[in-house]
Nanobody
Framework: QVQLVESGGRMVQAGGSLRLSCAASGRIFGWYTMGWFRQVTGKERQFVAAIRWSAASTYYADSVKGRFTISGDNAKNTVYLQMNSLKPEDMAVYYC???????????????????WGQGTQVTVSS
């Protein structure tokens, strides 16, 4: 069992920056992939970024590449999402998730992730 708690969401102006945190408790193995997704009401959950826990390989959706950075602190069992140059279209509830399956790469599909946090709201004002 893995428990995830996100924090850091708030209102920010367009062009601003925000850092989200996801604290994980429970057994975290090196092959786990930690992911960030976001969801707007009425739409499907959308992949944002992922990181392989041990190798620190990172993956990004095209819409955030160059603006967002995912990173992890193994000692704190925490994953971060640094978001820069925020746009109104980045506004959503952001979720942290864990994929426990052994993979050569990663999955961007929400259904492949086994554990989820409760989400944190990011609001971007224009």
């Amino acid at each position: 069992q893995v428990q995830l708690v996100e924090s850091g969401g708030r209102m920010v102006q367009a062009g601003g920056s925000l850092r989200l945190s996801c604290a994980a408790s429970g057994r975290i193995f090196g092959w786990y992939t930690m992911g960030w997704f976001r969801q707007v009401t009425g739409k499907e959950r959308q992949f944002v970024a992922a990181i392989r826990w041990s190798a620190a390989s990172t993956y990004y959706a095209d819409s955030v590449k160059g603006r967002f950075t995912i990173s992890g602190d193994n000692a704190k069992n925490t994953v971060y999402l640094q978001m820069n140059s925020l746009k109104p279209e980045d506004m959503a509830v952001y979720y942290c998730a864990v994929d426990t399956k052994i993979r050569s790469g990663y999955s961007s599909l929400a259904r492949e992730y086994d554990y989820w946090g409760q989400g944190t709201q990011v609001t971007v004002s224009s």
